[in-house]
């Protein structure tokens, strides 16, 4: 994996730059869509591609170890074949489910030992295995497995918490090293930086990380329920350590108001459900804020939903579609919002499909916008001007 820092720009931490798999390139910065099963909810692949225009999305390795199992995607040939996707794919370590299964988990050195969700049979994850899973899985990028405390914890805990995540990435760093590829093409390991909102930790685990020399850095253990600005500082403080020449992936985060931010602070990837989710309950992502399409005063409106696109134009624009859509109608059927309302409220699967296309291609235009500022070195002023009016209600 070769990553390119293309442009740094003025007034910000922001950066623009291309990481280059054996699947292809990534410009960054980036929104991955996750794929938790091996598939995006409610988007079929070529949507990805257009009008999403993804340029990597998320396997889940709790999940797909759990169901299809590995056995039948190794049959495949990996999960790119599996799933019918020839871009680049990157899975996390199964560490976060793990950390949402409080209830049924043991946390202990040589791993962590679960319950499934799915029929109470018992499991063990150890930093070994969760790489064999990923390897067997066969994504370009694989994550570290670690330890995700849960916030609130007290300082001891969490430092504890995190020596164990180091204890456990020097092991993965071994086993790394000594794998060979599954399937014709490299995985990159990814370490993860834990410590909690505790800067001083948090600087430790970040030194620790960039000591391993993986070819990208992680920053884990945010968007679990800290204030807004703990994860600005963390993000900010996690950039400043994290060596430039690697790319910095901010696990789990996060509104189109949180990628800007954390952009500004330096980082350069970034996941989320959120798009999907949220789509899922009616709620839309725009340029000029945020829709909830189940409200009554849609009902009746029959005026266009619209998206965005290179012009920086989006939100709602009245009872005519612009002409502009025109070129990506196939792609991106028109809906009014009294339709989409109906849908939404009737719980027809179309208008999840149609509510989840609209917020992916959100998020992707957003980060694209992100990028083209920073190359012509006007993001600040621009981000500014957005973040003011994407967390406004419509």
Same mark, same amino acid.
């Given at each position: 994996?070769?990553?390119? #820092?293309q442009?740094?720009?003025?007034?910000?931490?922001?950066?623009?730059?291309?990481?280059?798999?054996?699947h292809?390139?990534i410009?960054?910065?980036?929104?991955?869509?996750?794929?938790? $099963?091996?598939?995006?909810?409610c988007?079929?692949?070529?949507?990805?591609?257009?009008?999403?225009? $993804?340029?990597?999305?998320?396997?889940?390795?709790?999940? #797909? &170890? #759990?169901?299809?199992?590995?056995?039948?995607?190794q049959?495949?040939?990996?999960?790119?074949?599996?799933?019918?996707?020839?871009?680049?794919m990157? %899975?996390?370590?199964?560490?976060?489910?793990?950390?949402?299964?409080a209830?049924?988990?043991?946390?202990?050195?040589?791993?962590?030992?679960?319950r499934?969700h799915?029929?109470?049979?018992?499991?063990?994850?150890?930093?070994?295995?969760?790489?064999?899973?990923?390897?067997?899985?066969?994504?370009?990028?694989?994550m570290?497995?670690d330890?995700?405390?849960? =916030?609130p914890?007290?300082?001891? &805990?969490?430092?504890?918490?995190?020596?164990? %995540?180091?204890?456990? #990435?020097d092991?993965?760093?071994?086993?790394?090293?000594?794998?060979?590829?599954?399937?014709?093409?490299?995985?990159?390991?990814?370490?993860? *930086?834990?410590?909690?909102?505790f800067?001083?930790?948090?600087?430790?685990?970040?030194?620790?990380?960039?000591d391993?020399?993986?070819?990208g850095?992680?920053i884990?253990? !945010?968007?679990?329920g800290?204030?807004?600005?703990?994860? =600005?500082?963390?993000?900010?403080?996690?950039?400043?350590? !994290?060596?430039?020449?690697?790319p910095? =992936?901010?696990?789990?985060?996060?509104?189109?108001?949180?990628?800007l931010?954390c952009?500004?602070?330096?980082?350069?990837?970034?996941?989320? *459900?959120?798009p999907?989710?949220?789509?899922?309950?009616g709620?839309l992502?725009t340029?000029d804020?945020?829709?909830?399409?189940?409200?009554?005063?849609?009902?009746?409106?029959h005026?266009?939903?619209? !998206?965005?696109?290179?012009?920086?134009?989006?939100?709602?624009?009245?009872?005519?579609?612009?002409?502009?859509?025109?070129?990506?109608r196939p792609a991106f059927?028109?809906?009014?919002? $009294? &339709?989409?309302?109906?849908?939404?409220?009737?719980?027809?699967a179309?208008g999840?499909?149609?509510?989840?296309l609209?917020?992916?291609t959100?998020?992707?235009?957003? *980060?694209?916008?992100?990028r %083209?500022?920073?190359?012509?070195?006007t993001?600040?002023g621009?981000?500014?001007?957005?973040?003011?009016? !994407?967390a406004?209600?419509?």
């Open positions: 994996m070769f990553f390119n #820092l442009h740094t720009t003025q007034n910000s931490a922001a950066r623009a730059g291309v990481i280059t798999t054996d292809g390139q410009e960054t910065p980036i929104f991955m869509p996750v794929g938790t $099963a091996g598939t995006v909810k988007i079929h692949q070529h949507q990805l591609i257009d009008p999403i225009k $993804a340029q990597i999305i998320l396997g889940n390795t709790y999940h #797909l &170890y #759990l169901r299809p199992g590995t056995d039948i995607i049959e495949a040939g990996g999960l790119h074949k599996f799933i019918g996707w020839s871009r680049p990157l %899975t996390d370590s199964g560490g976060y489910q793990v950390y949402s299964l209830a049924n988990r043991k946390i202990e050195e040589e791993g962590v030992t679960f499934s799915i029929d109470g049979s018992a499991h063990l994850f150890t930093p070994e295995r969760s790489l064999d899973i990923q390897h067997l899985i066969g994504a370009d990028i694989i570290a497995f330890e995700c405390p849960p =916030y914890s007290t300082k001891e &805990y969490t430092e504890t918490s995190m020596e164990l %995540t180091h204890r456990w #990435l092991r993965c760093v071994v086993h790394q090293r000594k794998s060979k590829p599954k399937y014709g093409h490299q995985q990159h390991l990814f370490p993860i *930086v834990q410590g909690g909102s800067d001083d930790l948090r600087r430790k685990s970040c030194e620790y990380i960039a391993q020399d993986m070819p850095n992680a884990g253990g !945010l968007s679990v800290e204030p807004t600005e703990d994860m =600005y500082r963390i993000a900010k403080l996690c950039c400043e350590i !994290l060596p430039p020449e690697k910095r =992936y901010l696990m789990g985060v996060g509104t189109p108001a949180n990628l931010e952009i500004d602070r330096g980082v350069d990837m970034f996941d989320c *459900v959120l999907t989710r949220n789509a899922r309950h709620l992502y340029a804020g945020i829709v909830n399409i189940r409200n009554k005063k849609w009902a009746n409106d005026s266009f939903l619209d !998206l965005p696109f290179d012009n920086g134009q989006a939100g709602f624009r009245g009872s005519e579609a612009p002409t502009a859509l025109e070129a990506i059927p028109q809906h009014t919002k $009294a &339709y989409l309302r109906h849908l939404i409220h009737t719980k027809e179309l999840a499909m149609v509510c989840s609209h917020n992916l959100f998020f992707l235009w957003l *980060v694209g916008q992100a %083209t500022h920073i190359l012509n070195d993001f600040a621009w981000k500014k001007e957005m973040v003011g009016k !994407l406004s209600r419509l």
